[in-house]
C-alpha cells in the first residue's frame, strides 16, 4: 500500500522558514497529483498547494501565495513544501495528499485518496 510520510515540521517565529517534506515509503504507484493541505485547531481542513505529477503544474491558496512553493523530485518520488515569510495564522497540522486518478477539484480533500499522518507546523509571534 502506498505510505506517505511528512517530515520538517516544527516551532519558527514570525517571518521564518520551514520546509516540508512527503516520501512514500511504500509501493510505487502511477501518480497524477500531490498535495498540501492543512488543518488549525477547531477549523476543517483546508487547501494549502497542489503540483501535478507529470506536468509540474501548481496552485496554490491565496493565502500562502507568493510565500510557499510546491516542488517534486519525480526520481525519488518525493514531494516538498518550502515555507517563507511564515505568520501566526500558518499554525497548523500539514498533510500531503496523492491521487492516481484525474481530480476534477484538487482544492477539495475529499479528492485524494492518499494521505499522510501530518506534520506539526507552529509559528510563534
Known amino acids: 500500500q502506498v505510505q506517505l510520510v511528512e517530515s520538517g515540521g516544527g516551532l519558527v517565529q514570525a517571518g521564518g522558514s520551514l520546509r516540508l517534506s512527503c516520501a512514500n515509503s511504500?509501493?510505487?504507484?502511477?501518480?497524477?497529483?500531490m498535495g498540501w493541505f492543512r488543518q488549525a485547531p477547531g477549523k476543517e481542513r483546508e487547501f494549502a498547494a497542489v503540483?501535478?505529477?507529470?506536468?509540474?503544474?501548481?496552485d496554490y491558496a491565496d493565502s500562502v501565495k507568493g510565500r510557499f512553493t510546491i516542488s517534486r523530485d519525480n526520481a525519488k518520488n518525493t514531494l516538498y513544501l518550502q515555507m517563507n515569510s511564515l505568520k501566526p495564522e500558518d499554525t497548523a497540522v500539514y498533510y500531503c495528499?496523492?491521487?492516481?486518478?484525474?481530480?476534477?477539484?484538487?482544492?477539495?480533500?475529499?479528492?485524494?485518496?492518499?494521505w499522510g499522518q501530518g506534520t506539526q507546523v507552529t509559528v510563534s509571534s
Open positions: 503540483i501535478s505529477w507529470r506536468s509540474g503544474f501548481t
Open positions: 511504500g509501493r510505487a504507484f502511477s501518480t497524477y497529483a
Open positions: 495528499a496523492a491521487t492516481s486518478n484525474y481530480i476534477p477539484d484538487y482544492r477539495l480533500w475529499s479528492s485524494y485518496d492518499n
